[in-house]
């Protein structure tokens, strides 16, 4: 009986510690699903903020852009407008005063504090304006630095998200929002040029800037973007207005200094504004696409968080997934976080081409490490393949203030090689002079060896399908051998015939006719057999319509002889 007693103590014991395992981790998982469940409360508030904070920023830009044309035009133009555009920006204003008393994240209610100190400064600006004692530029910087630190707040709210694919969302939606922005800055500059007739090759380096810069957040949006947000964008971000803008922004950029555009600074500010308000219904679009995906994370969260509650004896095995599941979400993650780090193969130099800065994917591309590479020049990569004359133009892209994009091949450490395609732009400081040059590559060394094998492959197929035409016409010149050998030998017995009567002088000209018609007819059918072979194998044939029986007969009349 005791051992019996004992032995049901020794089996009780490790069931008692997994059943009061299975309760504490049902109790852990229940305590981790609240927590989600209220950290994505606490996100999907902060989303709510950031398209509020889209829709003021929205309203700020268009304010930039009439003052920008209001203070170019010395206050000829979009008086009314501008009017009109303050008090919108004003209600925009009031409802972020209101959610910055909502904000419990220290964090995010800090830099909206800061955002919202300069926007009470708007009223002083707005004075100078109306006085014209303010320039375009500095106009300009102002509202520009005010939505910067608007669309600070949205940085620091993807940094509360956990999530990795909404984490990917809100990453999408920050790059748009500065594609936006920089729009609403080349919407505003844009205008100042038109609106003085004229402009300074400062404005122009300001231009052509702002057209990179959103040409670089584009691309990394669309990266960053869902299928549905990808396409939804496409979709949307064309249309006349769109054209008609391209060929006003080309205008601009290629106009000599001091010309007239011969563009209606209204008409440059109503076509822009098309597009920007595409944009925002992008942005709209993008925001509630985060707020879906927000929901149903809340909607799974709640879920789980029933069933952990009414399933407190849970299997070992459950255990042990759900623990897998949590490193691989761990995981993915921190490979979001290091994502631009790790991926994107970048690197800044001196206008010498001396390195200072580089990414991680640099490194791991090139074999060099950081310290090695610092500090070196940036030829230390350069391939001996590369012409000296794609390097020559390069340079002399980038040092024109122009941005230079090309296929490169490098070199390795290790001697191997790369490819990549690459897009330098030059950095420039507050005077407009360029003081650095920013690259971007993708690597596309893969796709470089897949058009070699491609050409290599085509060729081989070039002279396969040679061999087999070599093939094909000595099978047709057999065929026209065999067609021609009965004719010829007709024609011949008959010319014979004609010739023995003609020599005993026996001229019958019944016979003769008779016997020349029917050399005619087989010169005819010899002539047709060449024009059925001719027809046969010729490449650019006209469609025609025709009937089965014609087809068959016509493939008859070819292999007749040889099927004889």
Not at 98 to 115: D, G, W
Not at 191 to 211: H, P
Request: hydrophobic share 40%; aromatic share 10%.
């Amino acid at each position: 009986m005791i051992k019996n007693i004992n032995v049901k103590i020794k089996l009780l014991l490790p069931i008692s510690i997994i059943i009061l395992t299975l309760l504490l981790l049902s109790t852990s998982f229940i305590t981790q699903q609240y927590t989600k469940s209220k950290s994505l409360k606490e996100l999907e508030n902060g989303i709510l903020l950031a398209i509020e904070i889209s829709k003021a920023i929205h309203s700020t830009q268009k304010e930039r852009g009439l003052t920008s044309g209001y203070i170019s035009s010395l206050g000829q133009n979009f008086e009314n407008s501008l009017k009109t555009q303050r008090k919108i920006t004003d209600q925009r204003a009031k409802k972020l005063k209101i959610f910055l008393e909502t904000v419990k994240n220290r964090q995010i209610k800090k830099t909206l504090t800061k955002a919202l100190l300069d926007l009470r400064k708007i009223n002083a600006i707005r004075k100078k304006v109306d006085l014209l004692s303010i320039s375009t530029l500095s106009s300009l910087k102002f509202y520009s630095d005010m939505d910067e630190k608007f669309l600070n707040v949205i940085v620091e709210i993807s940094k509360i998200s956990k999530l990795p694919i909404i984490t990917q969302n809100i990453i999408a939606y920050s790059n748009f929002l500065q594609a936006e922005e920089n729009a609403g800055i080349e919407r505003a500059v844009g205008t100042a040029i038109i609106s003085q007739k004229n402009f300074t090759g400062n404005l122009r380096v300001e231009f052509t800037n702002l057209i990179a810069i959103q040409n670089l957040y584009t691309k990394n949006f669309l990266k960053y973007a869902s299928d549905d947000g990808y396409s939804f964008y496409t979709k949307n971000i064309q249309g006349r207005e769109i054209t008609n803008l391209k060929v006003m922004r080309e205008v601009i950029l290629y106009a000599k200094i001091n010309q007239d555009f011969g563009i209606d600074p209204e008409y440059w500010f109503k076509n822009s504004t098309i597009r920007i308000d595409k944009l925002k219904l992008i942005d709209d679009y993008l925001a509630n696409e985060i707020m879906s995906n927000i929901d149903r994370e809340i909607q799974h969260t709640y879920k789980w968080f029933g069933i952990y509650s009414l399933l407190n004896f849970i299997s070992i095995i459950m255990f042990l997934t759900m623990v897998t599941l949590a490193t691989k979400l761990i995981k993915s993650e921190k490979r979001l976080k290091d994502l631009t780090e790790r991926y994107i193969i970048s690197s800044t130099t001196d206008l010498k081409g001396t390195i200072k800065d580089i990414s991680e994917a640099f490194c791991d591309i090139s074999g060099y490490t950081r310290d090695e590479l610092i500090g070196k020049p940036h030829n230390i990569i350069r391939h001996p393949d590369m012409p000296k004359s794609v390097f020559k133009n390069l340079w002399g892209t980038i040092q024109s203030g122009k941005n230079w994009q090309g296929r490169v091949k490098n070199l390795k450490k290790d001697g191997s090689y790369y490819w990549v395609y690459a897009n330098i732009e030059p950095l420039f400081d507050k005077k407009g002079d360029i003081e650095a040059y920013a690259a971007v590559r993708i690597d596309i060394t893969d796709s470089v060896y897949l058009e070699e094998e491609l050409e290599r492959s085509y060729k081989k197929d070039q002279t396969m399908l040679h061999q087999s035409k070599l093939a094909q016409m000595g099978e047709m010149i057999s065929m026209i051998a065999h067609q021609w050998r009965q004719p010829l030998t007709a024609i011949s017995s008959t010319s014979g015939n004609l010739s023995a009567k003609m020599m005993l002088n026996n001229y019958d000209q019944e016979y003769f006719s008779q016997k020349l018609e029917k050399i005619d007819e087989l010169s005819q059918h010899l002539s047709g057999t060449i024009d059925d072979f001719r027809n046969f194998y010729k490449e650019d044939k006209e469609k025609v319509e025709t009937k089965l029986s014609t087809m068959v007969e016509g493939a008859l009349s070819i292999v007749a002889t040889s099927i004889k």
